[in-house]
């Protein structure tokens, strides 16, 4: 068995530093997804590695664009996902930040 990887503060940035999606949630929300999978993959793991979610949205009208990436993604793989409304996140158009914990990634050689 290998070890955990947690990948915190994920939002819709680019490697730029342009935010993707601006007052677009869904569109966010897979650009999130997307940079937690590149870490990931970084790691040598993948999507199906991860065990739970931990998801902050900022519009309380818009959570089902964002559980709809969500489920586009995850209905397979069914971790467990906890979704907080917030007031804000740190930048302004951010309207998505997910936090994400995957478990058996390959073990460290040497």
Known sequence: MGGHVYVSGTTAFLPDGS???????YRQTVQVLDNIERAL????????AIVRLR???TDRERVAE??????ERFRPIRP??????????????????IEA????LPAPSG
Do not use: K, Q
């Open 101 to 104: 914990d995957a478990d058996d």
């Open 19 to 25: 935010i993707v999606g601006l007052d677009h949630p």
């Open 41 to 48: 993959r970084a790691l040598g793991s993948n999507r199906e």
């Open 55 to 57: 998801i902050f949205v």
């Open 80 to 97: 467990a996902m906890t979704l907080v409304v917030v007031p804000a996140l740190l930048e302004p158009a951010m309207m998505v930040e």
């Open 66 to 71: 964002v559980t709809r990436a969500l489920g």
